[in-house]
């Protein structure tokens, strides 16, 4: 066996122990990420939370995206300031009071 | 009693422990060959063959994790984010998460694996916990079914586990989906 075969024959299994450790990085995980379930977090009594305690501060990190447009959203509404038109019902309760004020 | 006597007395007293030394390792070494020894996790080791295993872990492990130095910042909302992430892709399986209580794992190896999440920190010795935890997470256990974490992952990213298990018994099932889940909630992108 010359020198290029036996090199060749070391190369390849250290080339495969190299990729077998870096198969434990955190973008491999990223593949099959699941995403934080923050609608729950947004149905939370947040004056009841510790908003110096580092899980909330994480929390609320990890809804930053969701919390943010929430806030878009309500103040994009026609009429703003926290109403929530959820509902077909309201909007056209609305829209039928408003030439009688 | 004459000199000569007590030399005698002492040569037997020798004669008979080295005996009593070579049967004790010739009988160990014929126990280990014979195979009469159950391996199967199924069938557990005898109180005392379990109590000096843990008895040596536990004073190997103090040992070897006594002088490591805690980083200052474990209570960081950044480190349970990462810890958090890789508690959930490579401790949840065997040491399982809040709202869960047994699994294929836990029920099937021997020694069963902690459940993390409902083991409160006594509040002693955090630093000594501390040190524990990373050293156990960094070089694993043998024949535990513990692995070395070392090879793939650096201090950083073992400290920040550290850091979450400190706080995973407090956590709810809702606290720890959301600490835990990597995908970032965009939820302008839906």
Same mark, same amino acid.
């Given at each position: !066996? /010359?020198?290029?075969?036996? %090199?060749?024959?070391?190369?390849?299994?250290?080339?495969? *122990? =190299?990729?077998?450790? +870096?198969?434990?990085?955190?973008?491999?995980?990223?593949?099959?990420?699941?995403?934080?379930?923050?609608?729950? !977090? /947004?149905?939370?009594?947040? %004056?009841?939370?510790?908003?110096?305690?580092?899980?909330v *501060? =994480?929390?609320?990190? +990890?809804?930053?995206?969701?919390?943010?447009?929430?806030?878009?959203?309500?103040?994009?509404?026609?009429?703003?300031?926290?109403?929530?038109?959820?509902?077909?019902?309201?909007?056209?309760?609305?829209?039928?009071? =408003?030439?009688?004020? | 009693?004459?000199?000569?006597?007590?030399?005698a007395?002492?040569?037997?007293?020798?004669?008979?422990?080295?005996?009593?030394?070579?049967?004790?390792?010739?009988?160990?070494?014929?126990?280990?060959?014979?195979g009469?020894?159950?391996?199967?996790?199924?069938?557990?080791?005898?109180?005392?063959?379990?109590?000096?295993?843990?008895?040596?872990?536990?004073?190997?492990?103090?040992?070897?994790?006594?002088?490591?130095e805690?980083?200052?910042?474990?209570?960081?909302?950044?480190?349970?984010?990462?810890?958090?992430?890789d508690?959930?892709?490579?401790?949840?399986?065997?040491?399982?998460?809040?709202?869960?209580?047994?699994?294929?794992?836990?029920?099937?190896?021997?020694?069963?694996?902690?459940?993390?999440?409902?083991?409160?920190?006594?509040?002693?010795?955090?630093?000594?916990?501390?040190?524990?935890?990373?050293?156990?997470?960094?070089?694993?256990?043998?024949?535990?079914?513990?692995?070395?974490?070392?090879?793939?992952?650096?201090?950083?990213?073992?400290?920040?586990?550290?850091a979450?298990l400190?706080?995973?018994?407090?956590?709810?099932?809702?606290?720890?989906?959301?600490?835990?889940?990597?995908?970032?909630?965009?939820?302008?992108?839906?």
């Amino acid at each position: !066996m /010359n020198n290029k075969q036996l %090199s060749a024959l070391l190369a390849i299994p250290a080339l495969m *122990m =190299a990729f077998a450790v +870096q198969a434990h990085s955190e973008k491999e995980h990223m593949e099959k990420a699941e995403n934080p379930d923050c609608a729950t !977090m /947004n149905a939370m009594d947040h %004056s009841k939370m510790d908003m110096s305690d580092p899980v909330v *501060m =994480a929390m609320m990190q +990890q809804c930053m995206n969701t919390m943010q447009q929430g806030t878009a959203e309500v103040e994009n509404t026609p009429h703003g300031h926290g109403e929530h038109m959820t509902g077909a019902g309201k909007a056209s309760d609305h829209m039928q009071q =408003a030439p009688s004020q | 009693m004459s000199i000569s006597s007590n030399g005698a007395c002492f040569k037997r007293l020798l004669v008979m422990s080295g005996a009593a030394i070579g049967t004790v390792a010739i009988g160990g070494v014929a126990f280990l060959y014979s195979g009469l020894y159950s391996m199967g996790a199924d069938d557990p080791h005898y109180d005392v063959t379990t109590w000096a295993l843990e008895t040596l872990r536990e004073n190997s492990i103090a040992r070897a994790s006594q002088s490591i130095e805690v980083p200052s910042d474990l209570n960081s909302a950044e480190r349970l984010l990462k810890g958090g992430a890789d508690y959930n892709d490579m401790c949840a399986g065997c040491h399982l998460k809040p709202g869960k209580s047994e699994n294929d794992f836990t029920l099937g190896l021997y020694p069963a694996p902690p459940n993390l999440a409902t083991i409160h920190r006594t509040g002693e010795d955090e630093e000594s916990e501390d040190q524990r935890n990373f050293w156990i997470i960094k070089h694993g256990i043998k024949a535990s079914g513990m692995p070395a974490w070392a090879p793939g992952h650096d201090d950083t990213r073992i400290w920040s586990m550290v850091a979450f298990l400190k706080r995973l018994p407090d956590l709810t099932p809702t606290q720890y989906q959301i600490l835990t889940a990597r995908g970032k909630n965009d939820a302008a992108h839906h």
